[in-house]
């Protein structure tokens, strides 16, 4: 069972379901296994700029956190099947700020110099 909180999303694909974790080691996969900056590569996501590759590294390394024997083709293949699951995965590791959590009443402070 995938855990939001944990910036995790289950997949089922081809008869399989799999856990894709995007959390600190999978983004530290991802720059170790491209030599690139994993927050860089978020940002293209977001900016409509990132690339095929980059996309499959991403859900490679999110992949492989609780399936270590799944491969780059596996990856690419979850993408194939369903290009909404990276913009799925990232919105899980790093959701919306909720407002009213960071006051504690959902009004903004007063500031005070």
């Given at each position: 069972?995938?855990?939001?909180f944990?910036g995790e999303?289950a997949?089922?694909?081809?008869?399989?379901?799999?856990?894709?974790r995007?959390?600190?080691?999978?983004?530290?996969?991802?720059?170790?296994?491209?030599?690139?900056?994993?927050?860089?590569?978020?940002?293209?996501?977001?900016?409509?700029?990132?690339?095929f590759?980059?996309?499959r590294?991403?859900?490679?390394?999110?992949?492989?956190?609780?399936?270590?024997?799944a491969?780059?083709?596996?990856?690419?293949?979850?993408?194939?099947?369903?290009?909404?699951?990276?913009?799925?995965?990232?919105?899980?590791?790093?959701?919306?700020?909720?407002?009213?959590?960071?006051?504690?009443?959902?009004?903004?402070?007063?500031?005070?110099?």
């Amino acid at each position: 069972m995938a855990n939001r909180f944990l910036g995790e999303i289950a997949v089922d694909h081809d008869g399989a379901s799999y856990t894709l974790r995007f959390d600190f080691n999978a983004m530290c996969d991802y720059e170790a296994d491209t030599g690139r900056n994993a927050m860089s590569a978020i940002a293209a996501f977001e900016a409509g700029s990132i690339g095929f590759s980059d996309m499959r590294a991403l859900i490679h390394a999110s992949l492989v956190q609780e399936n270590p024997d799944a491969d780059k083709r596996l990856a690419g293949a979850i993408l194939s099947a369903d290009m909404d699951v990276l913009a799925r995965l990232i919105r899980a590791a790093f959701p919306d700020p909720d407002p009213k959590a960071a006051s504690g009443n959902g009004k903004a402070g007063k500031r005070t110099s």
